[in-house]
Every structure is written in structure tokens, then in C-alpha cells.
């Protein structure tokens, strides 16, 4: 189970490395309800900051799987990634993944226009077509390769429109683009496939609903955004 979730967090926390950062220069923050089999369990919350061509975004996520009274899977974390330009220029995190500490520091290189990562499970090198997994940053619907915000480790993925759905958050209807999001080598074991359904509303540029199923059903739902 642990295996599983942690491939749900690959993601969450996912065209070039740029997140057209003018369609959030009137977001402050986007808070979101964690949830398991129905039950909220933890949130993780962005919070922007705009200056002139820059922008910073930080997130707080924590949440924990309680089973007969005794946390199984717990996440504590903390990143921070800055913009310029409208492109990814540094990227670092923090993570506590049931007391296992985990990291990542990228930053971007403008000679070789390449990434270049320190992450606890990933050192190296990596191309400016990747983005950070991440659920505000709706460019992870364009992009084929995705970084990991837990561990710097990168994966190649397959994005496909199935097509317009209404739903509901928060008694309101919203008009989205359901996304299913894939990896690309179907050949990789059930427990390290990515394979999510994504609601994206393009009239807020805004990613509202995740959902995954993998041990339970996980969803990810916007709460709050402003």
C-alpha cells in the first residue's frame, strides 16, 4: 500500500518547464481537501507571490492513513519553486514521508538550458520540457516528462482529453475538461504506473478535482481559492 500512494504523490506534488505564470497574477493561494475513501484526511495548500516578471510559489501539504487506530502512511512537507519569465529557475523540497526524510534542490541552468537536480533519489541532469508534478501548475497537462517534488526522480507520461464534464465543488457547477493522465510505458508494474483522472477548469486555470484509485479512492478537491 505504501508503494501505492507514494506513486499517487509523484504526482502530486506534476512544452517546456514554464506554468504561463500570467494566468495566476490574480491567484494568492489554492487550498485543497486531501481525501480518502470519502473521508478528508490532511490538505495541501499553494500560496503565491507575484513581482513584476517573478513568482513564487510555496506549498504546505500533510495529511496521514489512520488504520484500527495506528497511522500506516503519514506525509509531511514543505517546497518552494520560483518563476521568471515565465519559466521554472529553482525548485526545493522538504518531505517527511512517515518519519523517512526525503528532498529535492533544482535549479536551472542557462548555459546548457538543462535542470540540474539534487534529489535523494534522483542527481543528475534533466531537460527544460519537464515541470514539477504539481496540482496548481495545470502546464502538467501539456507536458511528457514530470519531476517528482518528493525525490527529484523523473517520469515520462501520456496526457489524454477524454472531454467536457459538469461538476460540482462546493454546491457550485463548474464546466471542466476531464484529463486522464498515464505513464507512458505500460510496461512498468501496476504499483509504479501513474494513472489519474483530472478535472481542469479552463475558465479559472485552475486544476479543481483529482481523483486516483489505488487501496481506496483518493481525490484531491479544491477547497478555497482567491
Known sequence: MKKYIYILL?????????SHTAHYQGVIKIEMDVIRNGEIIGYSNYFFEHEDKKMTVKNYTNFKV???GATIFS???????????????YFKSNTFQNDKEKYVNLNYDKSSKEFIIDGSSYKGKASNDCVIGNWWN??????????SP?????????????????????????LTNHYKLKSKNENLPKNKKLNFDIWYDPKNNLILKVS??????????VKNFE
Open 10 to 18: 509523484l504526482t502530486f506534488f506534476a512544452f517546456k518547464a514554464h
Open 66 to 68: 489512520d488504520l484500527f
Open 75 to 89: 506525509i509531511l512537507s514543505e517546497t518552494i519553486e520560483k518563476y521568471e519569465n515565465d519559466k521554472l529557475i
Open 138 to 147: 495545470h502546464q502538467i497537462l501539456k507536458a511528457k516528462k514530470q519531476i
Open 150 to 174: 518528493l525525490s527529484g526522480s523523473i517520469k515520462e507520461q501520456v496526457v489524454t482529453l477524454i472531454g467536457e464534464e459538469n461538476i460540482i465543488i462546493n454546491n457550485k457547477k463548474y
Open 212 to 221: 486516483y484509485s489505488r487501496m481506496g479512492k483518493w481525490e484531491y478537491k
